[in-house]
């Protein structure tokens, strides 16, 4: 092994220093009992039909979405790691109705934990990349026993969040609130290792990423913003885009944090009810504090992203705008 590798446990100790959280390591040891959970799942969705993962699991979570083999497998990994580890207080899950707490006689610990344990898991039968999304807040100072409430904060409050993209390599991708570094699993040593250190969104951009078959379902800003996008250099933007749709929010936000983008899922008529298809939680917010201090912006067209104030549903849904900081700006003029 490069002894001069800086892998994540050696990077969090390091920022721990710097940010001043818990100087006992508690905070360090929960990033590593997630990025446990993200090795797990790395393994085995590494080795996909070998594994006998892939396919349905015949239920549905809270929201009625279908769950896969791997939904499922990859929600048992994450609560495995953080029930067991003394960190974490209570989660909230995609996978699960409510809000999680410790069983008895396991030790809580400073943090609650939001996650997504495998984004774009519609991917996952035909090998196209999947993720996890997670947020970090700080628990009840006061040791009780976290309840939905807790959750309920605007995402100006996570202490950190990330996401663990299972692509041709696996990459552990994290803001502790200062800057955003990309750590890639090396496999042979089973630990991640510090290779995008400092990732910046270009300001500019011409590539955008919105599944286009909505089109018809679109608020007016949304329709003139892509019309206006398609019609190149001969229309109002004066330039040529390039489109992108990998179905998985984790790719499409590491595409935008390595090469610039936006990513759009926005309100249309068929979700307005609900408000929006993405959640606040464990997609918007999370997603949102990544791509903030990696330079860029995360409106919902109307508001900042990390500004919207919870109703207490952990699977509240969002309206997400997401991406380099001057098309966002662009798509939020268009709708004022
Ligand atoms: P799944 O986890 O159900 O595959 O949904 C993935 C997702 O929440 C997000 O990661 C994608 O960007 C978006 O939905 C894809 O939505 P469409 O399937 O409507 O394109």
Avoid at 133 to 142: H, Q, R, T, V, Y
Avoid at 328 to 334: A, K, L, Q, R
Wanted: glycine share 12%.
């Amino acid at each position: 092994m490069d002894t001069q590798a800086i892998t994540l446990s050696r990077f969090i100790i390091d920022e721990q220093r710097k940010l001043g959280h818990s100087a006992d390591g508690e905070f360090g040891g929960l990033i590593n009992d997630i990025a446990i959970a993200c090795k797990g799942v790395a393994a085995l969705v590494g080795k996909g039909a070998l594994a006998g993962v892939l396919g349905v699991a015949g239920s549905e979570n809270a929201m009625g979405d279908a769950q896969k083999k791997m939904d499922l497998i990859a929600n048992d990994l994450f609560i495995d790691a953080l029930e067991n580890n003394g960190h974490c207080a209570g989660m909230a899950s995609e996978e699960l109705d409510e809000i999680l707490t410790l069983p008895d006689g396991k030790i809580r610990g400073s943090y609650l934990v939001s996650f997504d344990p495998l984004d774009g898991s519609s991917n996952m039968d035909i090998n196209i990349d999947v993720g996890a999304i997670f947020s970090i807040m700080k628990a009840p100072e006061n040791g009780t026993e976290p309840v939905a409430a807790d959750f309920a904060r605007p995402g100006v409050e996570q202490i950190a969040a990330g996401y663990c993209l299972y692509g041709p390599s696996s990459m552990f991708v994290l803001t502790t609130g200062a800057g955003v570094n990309g750590f890639t699993l090396d496999t042979s040593i089973g630990e991640f290792i510090l290779t995008h250190p400092d990732m910046k969104i270009p300001k500019d951009t011409n590539e955008f990423a919105i599944n286009a078959s909505n089109q018809r379902h679109w608020e007016p800003a949304i329709q003139r913003y892509i019309a206006d996008c398609q019609a190149g250099e001969t229309g109002s933007l004066n330039k040529n885009y390039n489109m992108r749709w990998v179905a998985a929010m984790v790719g499409e936000i590491h595409r935008i944090l390595c090469r610039g983008g936006v990513f759009l899922y926005p309100i249309d008529e068929r979700n307005r009810e609900a408000g929006g298809k993405l959640r606040l939680l464990y997609e918007g917010n999370p997603m949102a504090m990544l791509v903030e201090q990696a330079g860029g912006a995360a409106s919902t067209g109307y508001e900042r992203i990390m500004e919207v104030m919870p109703n207490g549903d952990p699977h509240q849904r969002i309206a997400v705008i997401m991406g380099s900081k001057t098309e966002v700006e662009t798509i939020i003029g268009y709708h004022s």
